[in-house]
């Protein structure tokens, strides 16, 4: 099985790019409209929404642009990626002022960070020969 893309919102294009192009380093392919009636029968939203594909090597996110801030929930759904240098690239979400969170398990911690439209991402730093620790 593989794992196709991982869809998620984002309140505007801008701060979409922001992330995944600015901080992930993703390509960026041009917007697309997914029409009123297919979002309704797919996910119960009665309105035409822009969809931007972002992806580099195995990693491709699917952005549905909505708007307007996700009603505030606690959020469980996250993706989950591997970088070559964990502390380089946790520097690199602080100077965009990128929420990290840190929380301890055992003798290691997990971390994760927090887009501006609240999406979560598991950080893992890649090992040698394999592609998660």
């Not at 993706?79 to 840190?102: G, S, T």
């Amino acid at each position: 099985m593989d794992l196709l893309h991982v869809a998620l919102t984002s309140i505007s294009e801008d701060r979409a790019d922001r992330f995944y192009v600015g901080l992930l380093g993703l390509r960026k392919t041009e917007p697309k409209i997914l029409a009123a009636e297919i979002g309704r029968a797919l996910f119960g939203v009665d309105r035409e929404l822009t969809v931007i594909n972002y992806s580099g090597g195995a990693a491709h996110f699917e952005v549905f642009v909505c708007g307007a801030a996700p009603t505030p929930v606690r959020r469980i759904e996250h993706a989950c990626l591997a970088v070559e240098n964990l502390p380089e690239f946790l520097r690199k979400c602080e100077d965009f002022q990128v929420e990290i969170i840190r929380v301890p398990k055992g003798k290691s911690q997990v971390t994760f960070i927090k887009d501006a439209d609240g999406n979560l991402f598991e950080i893992k730093e890649k090992s040698a020969g394999h592609p998660e620790k």
